[in-house]
């Protein structure tokens, strides 16, 4: 069974730091296309930070460019979330997401909208005091 899992979250004040991390099971790590998203309730899921199967490109939503840098280690299985600045809007359940995207021609598919990702751990909460 795919799984993934988020580590890291946690209580920052505002203009620090916090690095997320994900894991992965039942699933080549390298094959996989991955983002982390977030939620706060009420609201709908936000994609803040994608990056492609090889980790040569990546994408970042308006609210967290140059704050935050998403990086995948494929030897090591994990993907991380370099989270710089945070302010407290960055408050939320952060979620990390994966989708098979290698192919035999290559593959270059990344992106930030949910539903194109298949799998989903179970989030890690980020909260940012003021």
């Known amino acids: 069974q795919e799984q993934v899992v988020e580590s890291g979250g946690g209580l920052v004040q505002a203009g620090g730091s916090l690095t997320l991390s994900c894991t992965s099971s039942?699933?080549?790590?390298?094959?996989?296309?991955m983002a982390w998203f977030r939620q706060v309730p009420g609201k709908e899921r936000e994609g803040v930070a994608t990056?492609?199967?090889?980790?040569?490109?990546?994408s970042y939503s308006k609210s967290v460019n140059g704050r935050f840098s998403i990086s995948k280690d494929n030897n090591k299985k994990i993907l991380y979330l370099q989270m710089n600045n945070l302010k407290p809007e960055d408050t939320a359940m952060y979620y990390c997401?994966?989708?098979?995207?290698?192919?035999?021609?290559?593959?270059?598919?990344?992106?930030?909208?949910?539903?194109?990702?298949?799998?989903w751990g179970q989030g890690t909460q980020v909260t940012v005091s003021s």
């Open positions: 997401a994966a989708r098979k995207a290698k192919t035999p021609n290559g593959g270059s598919f990344y992106g930030l909208r949910p539903y194109e990702y298949n799998v």
């Open positions: 990056i492609s199967w090889g980790g040569s490109s990546t």
């Open positions: 039942g699933l080549t790590f390298e094959d996989y296309a």
